[in-house]
């Protein structure tokens, strides 16, 4: 399983950047996790979007589903060229609320929406989906997605505050892809449902990922103070995200 980051940038994307987006591939399918803003203009770069199969989306915030409209029209056009059969729309695997971003997601032949809750158990291609509630504060729900191959296991942490229940979800993931949306300097001093950079590296520790994704990030933090900020991670491998970056996951 290859993970490449299209975007990671929160809350708006810096210049020439992105907001969340990942690409994962395996050896039967590409997955797109979440659709940030100028995630489709990086995904150019690596694959032609009309071979998508499929979007999973944690949760409503813009900078997680910006460029959906964008990649409506991109299918819609690509099924006029015949590049992408028209009764072939794109699954959007999603949460159910709230029900005006729902509705937006099903269009024409080119996408459909399919609901998620922590009961979901998906098969796409040679990947298992399954979904946690995260502790993202506003009402609407926000799901981490843990992502099974035969090659290991990915859980995508989403936007999560520090009430969310990682253990037995997230313990021992291959990688664990952890928002660090604050630095110490900036991190509010009541929770906000995110975390921070501090927060993200001590609980891959704790719960003993192979290897740790930092993300989530203003594009303007210093690597290295987001590097040596993230040292209580010792497992494993910490990276932390830029675009571009690709990471190849493995059993360990
Ligand atoms: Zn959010
Ligand atoms: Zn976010």
């Not at 990649?71 to 028209?86: C, E, K, S, T």
């Not at 952890?178 to 906000?192: A, F, M, R, V, W």
Request: contains cysteine; proline residues 6%.
């Amino acid at each position: 399983m290859r993970v490449t980051v299209l975007g990671y940038q929160s809350p708006y994307p810096g210049p020439g950047g992105a907001t969340p987006g990942y690409l994962l591939e395996t050896d039967e399918v590409r997955l797109l996790i979440d659709c940030g803003s100028g995630v489709l203009a990086q995904a150019g770069k690596h694959f032609p979007i009309y071979e998508l199969d499929a979007l999973l989306l944690s949760h409503y915030h813009h900078d997680h589903i910006a460029d959906i409209g964008v990649l409506q029209y991109g299918l819609m056009v690509h099924q006029l060229f015949g590049q992408r059969p028209a009764d072939r729309p794109l699954p959007i695997y999603a949460p159910e609320a709230p029900i005006e971003n729902v509705q937006a997601l099903t269009y024409r032949d080119a996408t459909r929406f399919h609901p998620v809750n922590e009961q979901t158990s998906l098969i796409i291609g040679d990947v298992k989906v399954t979904f946690l509630r995260t502790d993202h504060g506003d009402g609407d729900p926000c799901f981490a997605m843990r992502l099974e191959s035969k090659n290991g296991v990915i859980v995508y942490g989403a936007d999560s505050g520090p009430g969310t229940n990682w253990r037995g979800f997230a313990e021992g993931a291959d990688l664990f892809i952890c928002e660090g949306t604050y630095l110490d300097h900036n991190k509010p001093q009541k929770p906000n449902g995110h975390l921070s950079v501090r927060d993200a590296a001590e609980l891959a520790e704790s719960l003993s990922c192979s290897s740790l994704l930092v993300t989530h990030l203003f594009y303007g933090y210093p690597e290295e103070d987001v590097i040596a900020q993230a040292g209580a991670y010792q497992t494993g491998t910490c990276y932390i995200a830029r675009i571009g970056l690709q990471i190849d996951v493995h059993k360990q």
